[in-house]
């Protein structure tokens, strides 16, 4: 089993920064890869960004990329998700998730572990 702890969101202006993290634990090393996914109310969860703990090849959603950075640390087994330029529609529910897929999937069904989710909420 792997757990995923992401650190607090929270709230900021339009145009600010915000960095969340995910410490993952357990048998991470059997994982392949760790994702951004977010929920916003009423709407279906989506894929924001995703990087390999091996080659650290990142991968990033349109609407985010250019804004958004993500980062590990494997050592710690750390990953954070820099947001700058935030806009209103980046508010959602952040959540870090795992994948043992030995490629890196934009589709939730095919992660395997997911962190309990962060609020983020970007006023205008």
């Not at 145009?15 to 929920?39: D, E, I, K, P």
């Not at 820099?82 to 939730?108: F, G, H, I």
């Amino acid at each position: 089993q792997v757990q995923l702890v992401e650190s607090r969101g929270g709230l900021v202006q339009a145009g600010g920064s915000l960095r969340l993290s995910c410490v993952a634990s357990g048998r991470a090393s059997t994982t392949y890869a760790v994702a951004w996914f977010r929920q916003a109310l009423g709407q279906a969860r989506e894929f924001v960004a995703a990087i390999t703990w091996g080659g650290g090849g990142t991968y990033y959603a349109d609407s985010v990329k250019g804004r958004f950075t993500i980062s590990r640390e494997n050592a710690n087994n750390t990953m954070w998700l820099q947001m700058s330029r935030l806009k209103p529609e980046d508010t959602a529910v952040y959540y870090c998730a795992a994948t043992s897929q030995l490629w890196v999937p934009r589709n939730s069904r095919d992660y395997d572990y997911w962190g309990q989710g962060t609020q983020v909420t970007v006023s205008s």
